[in-house]
DNA sequence: ACTATTTCCTGGATGC
DNA sequence: TGCATCCAGGAAATAG
């Protein structure tokens, strides 16, 4: 499931791969996303642009567009399952293609996502903007204000676009793990010694996986199709009743919020 | 203003 | 082997 890390590998996949490349004319399948603009807006947009710049905003991906009538944005959201490739012309079209963009290079973009979960949308230049702070840029006191008087689990704040951008299932349950904390935790009673403890936590796991390429856990793969490596140290996420790295104790599973969280019941308080 | 729950969607795993 | 059921989860919608 694509999060920070798995997003930015695509993304700088892409900026190396499709940057500067022209976007010659787009087809848009019968059944794609629930799209936020419409396809017509889209293809519009999107044909006989140039790819000034590909960059990731949260979980978001940003195709910054050159454009005769207005320099726009492509929008990318991957959703669970969604990919967007760089292939050849001539490789079968996958099921559940749902968007493919012929370049002036001769290669082909294309969005494919089976679950449909992923959003489509896009907007004149500039007007995107994260909904909520970079992890990894955002600075220790802004941080440690985002969790102030908040009664939800820690588990579920993370999860919370709109406080932090980027973050998702795995890497809530990795940052919680390293710094000890257990995420059924009310985010407001996290102390300053905590905060300061899951700051860093949060920093390290995205910055390694990122150097790892990402977690390919079900269907991630980056802009070429190559699997991640980082789902191999994960320490909590998809480890119950495995020993905690840390202290041989089995690795508990409960669900918050909705969704399976892993924890060691005995390092994380 | 918050917080919790439900919904969307398909493929893979599981159970009988 | 086949068929039904469950589960995964990001984020919007809905309910409280």
Redesign the pocket.
């Known amino acids: 499931?694509?999060?920070l890390p798995e997003v930015e590998t695509i993304a700088r996949g892409l900026q190396r791969q499709v940057a500067g490349d022209v976007i010659e004319s787009v087809w848009i399948g019968a059944?794609p996303e629930?799209l936020?603009s419409s396809a017509r807006e889209i293809a519009r947009t999107l044909d006989g642009a140039r790819i000034a710049q590909v960059r990731r905003v949260?979980?978001?991906m940003v195709f910054d567009l050159e454009r005769k009538n207005g320099n726009a944005q492509w929008i990318v959201?991957?959703?669970?399952?969604g990919r967007m490739l760089v292939i050849d012309p001539g490789a079968e079209i996958a099921?559940?293609t749902h968007l493919i963009a012929t370049l002036r290079s001769g290669r082909e973009l294309r969005f494919v996502d089976?679950?449909?979960?992923g959003?489509l949308e896009v907007r004149r230049a500039d007007e995107f903007q994260a909904?909520g702070q970079e992890p990894l840029d955002v600075g220790f006191e802004i941080f440690a204000r985002l969790f102030r008087?908040?009664?939800?689990?820690i588990k579920?704040?993370l999860?919370?676009?709109?406080l932090l951008?980027?973050?998702?299932?795995?890497y809530?349950d990795e940052s919680l793990f390293r710094a000890g904390i257990r995420p059924r935790r009310?985010?407001?009673s996290l102390t300053r010694a905590e905060l300061q403890r899951l700051y860093p936590a949060i920093q390290q796991v995205l910055n390694e996986a990122i150097a790892s390429g990402g977690s390919s856990?079900?269907d991630y793969v980056n802009a070429e199709g190559t699997e991640g490596l980082f789902q191999i140290q994960h320490r909590a996420?998809?480890r119950e009743g495995e020993p905690c790295l840390t202290c041989g104790s089995p690795i508990k599973?409960t669900?918050i919020?909705?969704?399976?969280s892993h924890w060691c019941p005995n390092c994380q308080k």
């Open positions: 499931m694509p999060e059944k629930p936020k949260g979980k978001h959201h991957l959703g669970m399952t099921k559940h089976p679950r449909r979960f959003r909904p008087g908040r009664k939800t689990p579920s704040a999860l919370n676009q709109k951008a980027g973050i998702g299932n795995i809530a009310r985010a407001a856990v079900s996420y998809g599973r669900v919020a909705g969704r399976s």
